[in-house]
């Protein structure tokens, strides 16, 4: 047991911490296009459909070798929260910018000043970013969970509140096979 542990120590283990990444290859998805719960300079919340500018990128790492990865930014404060079915989750302003990954359930975001909406649906397609803070957005948006299961959320607030860099590519939400398929 002594020689195995010994064995351990020498062994360099930066390159095993260490996370490794190339650019993805043109048969997968080279781009995130992600929904986003937005401002206008009118400070009305909308939705936007963003590419995010830093590349999908394929990991070597054993385990996820072969598959991509976006890197979303620091995060701060992860929660985890269990919605119950049909709620009203109001009229609200982002707390913080923050990715929002709904694993199940289903979400509804709605304006107080337009017929816009989205709904999102727990799963592959389930990441938004909610960035309608109140100093960018006078009212914010309405969420509501109409599914007759619990929604699950998780939240990751971005360190300072740093918009990812990214390219808006239409108001309105994402459409699902841009989501899925966008090859660049």
Avoid at 151 to 177: F, M, S
């Amino acid at each position: 047991m002594l020689a195995f542990a010994a064995l351990l120590l020498l062994l360099p283990l930066g390159p095993l911490l260490q996370l490794q990444f190339t650019l993805a290859a043109k048969s997968v998805p080279r781009a995130l296009n992600i929904t986003t719960i937005a401002a206008n300079p009118q400070k009305e919340s909308i939705l936007e459909c963003w590419r995010l500018t830093a590349p999908l990128l394929e990991s070597s790492v054993p385990g996820t070798s072969g598959a991509v990865f976006a890197q979303l930014g620091q995060g701060n404060a992860t929660s985890y929260g269990l919605i119950p079915p049909r709620f009203d989750g109001g009229l609200h302003n982002a707390p913080a910018i923050q990715w929002v990954v709904f694993t199940a359930g289903e979400a509804v975001i709605s304006f107080p000043n337009s017929s816009a909406q989205a709904t999102i649906h727990g799963g592959r397609n389930g990441l938004i970013l909610a960035a309608d803070i109140a100093s960018v957005s006078t009212y914010g948006h309405i969420t509501m969970y109409p599914s007759n299961q619990e929604t699950v959320a998780i939240q990751i607030p971005l360190e300072n509140n740093i918009v990812p860099d990214h390219t808006v590519l239409y108001e309105g939400p994402c459409r699902k096979r841009e989501q899925d398929n966008y090859k660049q």
